[in-house]
């Protein structure tokens, strides 16, 4: 390992391998890559940019947006919303560990075990239910916001007309 420098992960904060190999990306800025030749993003070493995006990956925004409502209705204010979640209420600053649970006979499966460095846990539990449309009409319909970047129309492929897509606004 002589010869090569270590840079503290900021999000681990673990001494990993930083090593430049020459490379350099389009727009100019050095590729960096540690003992595996796996590479950094930015201050994450590669474990933990590969843990991001697991995340990122297993829970969607909706889960996601769950979780940080729990945490809002509970006096906290959400610092980080990416790889490592983390909140903060009366000056602490707690990491957050998002794990998928069930239930199977009154037990509760967690998919995987806590992180040592999580404070906190939010379990994410997934059921369905089979409703009748009478059993739903007094139900408040959650309707996502609609993006203002993304278009309002499509083109119909063969005919070149233009059609409106069906979204939150047409309700």
């Known amino acids: 390992m002589e010869g090569l420098k270590t840079r503290t992960c900021g999000y681990c904060e673990a001494e990993r391998i930083w090593n430049w190999n020459g490379q350099k ?3 100019g800025s050095k590729v960096y ?3 595996n030749s796996h590479r950094w993003a930015g201050r994450r070493c590669p474990s933990c940019e590969k843990s991001r995006v697991a995340a990122a990956v297993r829970h969607d925004s909706f889960d996601r947006e769950m979780i940080f409502q ?3 209705e509970k006096g906290f204010t959400i610092k980080s919303k990416t790889h490592p979640v983390t909140v903060e209420k009366d000056g602490q600053t707690l990491q957050v560990g998002i794990r998928r649970a069930r239930t199977v006979d009154g037990s509760i499966l967690i998919e995987s075990p806590a992180d040592a460095r999580d404070d906190i846990v939010a379990l994410v539990f997934e059921s369905v239910r089979l409703c009748t449309p009478e059993q739903i009409k007094g139900v ?21 007309g233009a059609i409106n897509r069906i979204g939150a606004e047409s309700f």
């Open 140 to 160: 408040n319909v959650f309707v996502p916001p609609v993006e203002a970047a993304r278009p309002a129309t499509s083109m119909l492929v063969g005919s070149g």
């Open 70 to 72: 729990q945490f809002i």
């Open 33 to 35: 890559t540690d003992e």
């Open 25 to 27: 990306m389009k727009d």
